[in-house]
Each structure stands twice: as C-alpha cells, then as structure tokens.
C-alpha cells in the first residue's frame, strides 16, 4: 500500500511537494543548487569568459572600433610593450609590499586580543578595527590625502618635534620618495595598509582562537620557553589565518584603482589600467587583457594558498 493511500485525510499540494521531495533527496538537491550553478555558470563564470573572449579582439587603428575577429594582435601587443610589465610589476610589488606590512601590524594586534585582552578589551578592539569599514571608503582616502599632504598633520607633526629633517630625508629617498607623502609610492603604500588591514586582523584573529590552550599548556609542560612555544607550536598553527588574510590584502591591493588615482605619483596600477583603457581611451581589447592578469595571479596564489591551508582558517 503506498504512503498516499495510508494516509486518513486529504493532503493539500503543498503537502505532496514536501513528501515528493522526501522521497527523492536528489531532486531536492539538484533544485537547491540550481538557481546558484545558474549564478555561478552564466552570470559569473559567463561574464569572465567574454572578458577573455575580448582580449582576442582586436582595435581598428583609423576608427577605434572594436573588430570582432579573432586575433592574437591585442596580445601580442600586450607582451611588446615594456610600458605593459613595468604595471604588472608595480602593482605586483605594492601588493607583496602592503599583504607584508599588514602582516607584521595584524598578527601582534590578534595575539593580543585572543591571548591578553579580556572581554571589554576585546570589545574595544574589535570595535576599533570594525569602525573604519562602517565609513565610507573614499570619505576614508581623501582624508589620508590630507593627513599626508605637504601641509597635512603629519608635516606639522613632524615640524612639532623637530624631526623635519627625517621626513625630507624619506621623501628625498630614490623611488618611495616625491614632493609629499601624498605625492610618494610610501603614501600609496601607507593608505593601502590601513584600508586593507582590518581583512588581515580578523582571519588571524579567528585563526589564533583554534589554538587549542591545552596544546600551549603542554609545550610549557615539556620545558618550551615563551619563545619557542610561540615559534614551534602557536605560529605554525596560525599562519593558515596570516595566508587567508593575505588573500584579501593582496587581491584588494592588486586590483584597486581609486587610491593610486589619489594617492601617490600619476603612475599607473593594474586597476587604473584598465579604468583608463575602457574608459577613456576607449580600447576595450586591451583593456580586457590587462583584466586577465590579476586573474591569473590570484589563480595561482589561490593555488597556494590552499595548499598552505589558508581555506581551513576563512
């Protein structure tokens, strides 16, 4: 006798559909996951294959207008240009440098708040690192800019305790240097680092706080000293946090085209780049290739960033 037949009373649809799906626990799954496989598959992964469809496009060199035909031209172009890896390496090099410096800044933050800082310390901290991202982002930008013009805080600060000779001689140093902080590679590197740290602090936070006490409690009981309980046992099983956080710091970095269009030399990052390209100069087949760069950069530090762990500790 079927489920249906034993049943005393009459069910309504909605009834049906729920043991129908009871029943067939693939159904349900296929159903769940298909509005999100749709996302994923057409809009998203769609969205990247035409990106990279455009780069094999290529540029009318009378008109400007897009031919759509398949050429290795955009690409070959693309490689020539020395002016192509000078970008590729800036902004490579500014996002080592700022997932680096968040590291060094978040990591005695986070061992503070999970091991020192009691309830209402962690609190506060928490909070301190939260509060920036609730501001907006380029409220946040064009204040540093203040904060590190010529005549900016620092400046004054720096004249206040005489000490106008140690910011003139990091200004006048070869490359990080220029006329001001907010006209330097260091000013780009220090807003860079402020805006992107919270992301670097909260995955080691959280990765500092899966150290289980009784595993520190026995490194002490087999006669570690602090120092070596902190390199040999708790650093190794936090550092997977410091690489989840390096995700999001590099990523943010290597993309970003508002704070070095506001921050720092008019030189250009990959961002800005591609701002420019299919903005302004309109040349959207190469555009489309210097957007391919940062992706496979991030496929290949996603890579290893897996195998470090880094998954384990988002």
Known sequence: MSIAAALPFERSPLQRLSSALYLRPSLLTFLLLTPPLLWLGVIYLG????????SFFGLDEFSGVMVREFTFATWAEFFGNPATWDVVTRSALMAISVTLAAALIAFPIAYYMVRYAGMRMKAVLYLGVMLP?????????YAWKLILAKEGIVSWFAALLHLDWLLEAVLETPVV???????SYLGTFIVFTYIWLPFMI???????ERVPGSVIEASGDLGAKPGQTFRKVIFPLAFPGVVAGSIFTFSLTLGDYIIPSIIGK??????????????????????????VVPIVIMGIYLTLAKRLGAFDAL
Not at 177 to 183: A, I, M, N, Q, Y
Not at 202 to 208: E, F, Q, S, T, Y
């Open 133 to 141: 991202l609730w501001s907006s982002y380029l409220v946040r930008v």
């Open 177 to 183: 240097g220029g006329p001001s902080l907010s006209t």
């Open 266 to 291: 008019s030189v250009p990052f990959l961002g800005e780049t591609v701002y420019r390209l299919q903005g302004t100069a309109g040349n959207i087949p190469m555009a489309a290739a210097f957007t």
């Open 202 to 208: 909260l995955p080691v936070v959280a990765a500092l």
């Open 47 to 54: 969205s990247l294959f035409t990106l990279l469809a455009h």
